[in-house]
Antibody, heavy 122, light 107 residues
Framework: QLQLQESGPGLVKPSETLSLTCTVSSGSIGTSLHYWGWIRQPPGKGLEWIGSIHYSGGTYFSPSLQSRITISVDTSKNQFSLNLTSVTTADTAMYYC??????????????WGQGALVTVSS | DIVLTQSPGTLSLSPGERATLSCRASQSVSSNYLAWYQQKPGQAPRLLISGPSIRATGIPDRFSGSGSGTVFTLTISRLEPEDFAVYYCQQYGRSNTFGQGTKLEIK
């Protein structure tokens, strides 16, 4: 069974960069046709897609966040990562990594990590 | 961006009843690329249905999806206690956007 696990700091100061990593197990990013994505959920609110990446390096970002996002992939570690720059308190959220159901960033998410809560506060 | 509006915000029903959840799009959803997710407290969302009527692996047949264009519906034919949760729709025809959710609570 494919598993995804988010990791990274739980507290980030305003104006700094939020960095998270998703480690995939029981499946290989480097041989997968799938795109892999990041989604966030502010406390008590709905879901927001952030962006997605393919092992080849192809990326696809939310228009509202693309100026602050970097997503990268490390196939040797079976991981992909998110960097979100210039964070504010509005970026406080549970951050999920997930897999698109096939070879396009325009597909549903069929496997999800358990989420990582990131709080932006001084 | 395509904006998805879900209604009602909260739906109060009893086990055994039928639930009908609505998702309306601000523009036509390309190729009916719409999915539904279930989220329980403290858990990640779980994919229920996509395309907009294809159940994901392991999803009971009491869950069904329908619709086209700008109006989509998730129906749960007979509510089980474990079905009470928050439900989100997602369109993936043009970028990816989610609705704000419908909370299905026990009456």
């Amino acid at each position: 069974q494919l598993q995804l696990q988010e990791s990274g700091p739980g507290l980030v100061k305003p104006s700094e960069t939020l960095s998270l990593t998703c480690t995939v197990s029981s499946g290989s990013i480097g041989t997968s046709l799938h795109y892999w994505g990041w989604i966030r959920q502010p406390p008590g609110k709905g879901l927001e897609w952030i962006g997605s990446i393919h092992y080849s390096g192809g990326t696809y970002f939310s228009p509202s966040l693309q100026s602050r996002i970097t997503i990268s992939v490390d196939t040797s570690k079976n991981q992909f990562s998110l960097n979100l720059t210039s964070v504010t308190t509005a970026d406080t959220a549970m951050y999920y990594c997930a897999r698109h159901s096939h070879s396009s960033p325009l597909l549903p998410f069929d496997y999800w990590g358990q989420g990582a809560l990131v709080t932006v506060s001084s | 961006d395509i904006v998805l509006t879900q209604s009602p915000g909260t739906l109060s029903l009893s086990p055994g009843e039928r639930a009908t959840l609505s998702c309306r799009a601000s523009q036509s959803v390309s190729s009916n690329y719409l999915a539904w997710y279930q989220q329980k407290p403290g858990q990640a969302p779980r994919l229920l249905i996509s395309g907009p009527s294809i159940r994901a692996t392991g999803i009971p047949d009491r869950f069904s999806g329908s619709g086209s264009g700008t109006v989509f519906t998730l129906t749960i034919s007979r509510l089980e206690p474990e079905d009470f949760a928050v439900y989100y729709c997602q369109q993936y025809g043009r970028s990816n956007t989610f609705g704000q959710g419908t909370k299905l609570e026990i009456k």
